[in-house]
């Protein structure tokens, strides 16, 4: 299931809690992908505690807590990392991360938490969600064959890579527009790992995020930005990363688009993905401040001049995804609209 999608599973299962309807969901997907991401984002944008628990560390006892003597009787310790009203409060996530690295012993112990949300006396507050993630086998990670009774006790979904929403987590992230143009102009490197030559570093969502970093870090140093790109994405990629950097200089004037001036749009079908891109991220900064419907009216009127008019729908899709329907009401949308209508007909 792609992101987007499952980013609104999510968050209905973390509602369900109220009604009682809450059901497990564990996570499937090869590394880098942004399972763990996806996670921490429904915990934050519902404004609830996050509970980080990766099973790969742990012993049976971590979860089911220390026994001690009280008076002629045994109880148990409970571990201060499983949700506590008085401590985190009634809601919440509780994501049990890396489940298929940890050991039999381990997944076992979790059973009656994730199913009967206890272990022993204690009793997961009835706001908190459960969900879990980990790699496949085959990946080339450190994983177990989930047991049956464990797999039984979750709704189980397989995260999907979908350019249109990692380009709508990179523009809210503030990611390069650079890498994003990158990757709308070669979408098959978003994510290319071959488990069986098992590289050390490769194209991922999270290495994408790591090349970001770089170009932050290394774009006035030439002579070594090439090589720390490859080392976060792997030396095919990086080496066509930087190519593509280096022959931006060739882009047209974004500031004379935002006056409004008429600018050809470059014949090169890469640069054309860098300027659709780029002023993505000018619309994107532009919002909320003086003059912004002005600078979007000419981003709208530049997105019919590129020669495939599906370039311009791109970049006008991935401004409503970021600036809602606020685009709407921007005059030169209607004009826009009008020259693709037969297209977005077809389209649909």
Known sequence: MRPAHLL???????????????????????????????????????????????????????????????????????????????????????????????????????????????????????????????????????????????????????????VDDWAAWAYRSGIDDRIIAFIRFRPDLLFDFDPAHNPVAFPSPRSWEFAHRALQKFLGHPELLGETLQACVGQAAGIELNAFIEHLDQMPDLDAILRGERVPAPSEIDLQYAVAAALVGRAIRAKGQAGAGEVHGHILDYAGIFPQREMGIMMVTDMHRALGDELFSVPQFADWSEQVADLMLYDA
Do not use: C
């Open 8 to 162: 609104q599973v999510l968050d209905r299962e973390f509602a369900s809690t109220r009604q009682g309807h809450h059901t497990p969901v564990m996570l499937w997907g090869p590394p880098g992908v942004g399972k763990s991401q996806m996670i921490a984002e429904v915990a934050e944008r519902n404004g609830v505690p996050l509970i980080d628990i990766r099973l790969s560390q742990m012993e049976p006892s971590d979860l089911r807590g220390i026994p001690f003597k009280h008076g002629d009787l045994v109880e148990w310790a409970i571990p201060a990392m499983l949700p506590s009203i008085d401590r985190q409060g009634p809601t919440g996530v509780l994501f049990l991360d890396e489940i298929t690295s940890a050991p039999p012993s381990v997944s076992a112990a979790a059973y009656q938490l994730i199913l009967d949300r206890r272990l022993g006396a204690y009793e997961v507050p009835p706001g908190w969600a459960i969900f879990a993630a980990g790699n496949r086998q085959g990946d080339r990670g450190v994983t177990y064959t989930m047991p049956a009774p464990l797999a039984n006790r979750f709704s189980h979904f397989e995260v999907d890579l979908n």
